[in-house]
């Protein structure tokens, strides 16, 4: 079975530009987690949706990060734009739902260098 | 609020030691607690999770955790390291009835030969 797909698995980018992460979580998943990990903060909800809504988005750092959830097996992440703060391991992670204990199950993640 | 502490970010045993992983959580009502392992260069992979029904709870690769409500805490436990755990171990901990799962600062764990 296919797990969470994210792309692009590495991206390096100039500040100023904007960049995009995609995530396609597994089927059949109701709620959707974006992370974000840096060695100084270590993992960070960033968001989180479950059937497609948007549910907390405290942790989004500011409003040049934004997320969306268009339908039920695709999410994109946003950052425009872009500054070197932002350079971390983007992880996407579904979970089958609020009825459920809350298992992750995570992507490989999503590299971001800003230079 | 939820949250949990990782007691060392650095721990270092030997090949065919125990492995003792500390973690200890703080919630305002019964949690689901879990434990979480990243290799290099991947994403996270659940180890094993506590769902209030056995405090002793047995997850993949031989690692184990005890929870004690007494002592809010949820330790990792492995009795004999092997070469192929050394990792970066992360505890979390999420509230019943709430989707918000929050992670430890997690321990690299390196396994000497």
């Known amino acids: 079975d296919a797990g969470v797909i994210q792309s692009p698995r590495h991206e390096v980018t100039e500040m100023g530009q904007e960049v995009t992460l995609r995530c396609k979580p597994i089927s059949g998943h109701n709620s959707l987690f974006w992370y974000r990990q840096t060695m100084m903060r270590g993992l960070e909800l960033l968001i989180y949706?479950?059937?497609?809504?948007?549910?907390?988005d405290s942790g989004m750092p500011e409003d040049r990060f934004s997320a969306k959830m268009p339908n039920a097996s695709f999410s994109t992440l946003k950052i425009q734009p872009s500054e070197p703060r932002d350079s971390a391991v983007y992880f996407c992670?579904?979970?089958?739902?609020?009825?459920?204990?809350?298992?992750?199950?995570f992507g490989e993640g999503s590299r971001l260098t800003v230079l | 609020a939820q949250s949990v502490t990782q007691l060392g970010s650095h721990v270092s045993v030997s090949e065919g030691a125990l492995v003792l992983l500390r973690c200890n959580y703080s919630s305002s009502v019964p949690p689901y607690l879990f434990w979480y392992v990243q290799y290099p260069n991947q994403g996270l992979q659940l180890l094993l999770k506590?769902?209030?029904?056995?405090?002793l709870v047995k997850g993949i690769n031989g690692f184990e955790a005890e929870f004690k409500k007494s002592e809010t805490s949820f330790h990792l436990t492995k009795p004999s390291a092997h070469m192929s755990d050394a990792a970066e171990y992360f505890c979390?901990?999420?509230?019943?009835?709430?989707?918000?799962?929050?992670f430890g600062t997690g321990t690299k764990l390196q396994v000497i030969p």
């Open positions: 949706f479950n059937n497609n809504v948007p549910i907390d």
């Open positions: 992670a579904s979970s089958p739902g609020t009825e459920n204990t809350g298992e992750l199950f």
């Open positions: 506590y769902t209030s029904a056995a405090t």
């Open positions: 979390a901990v999420r509230e019943g009835g709430y989707q918000k799962v929050t």
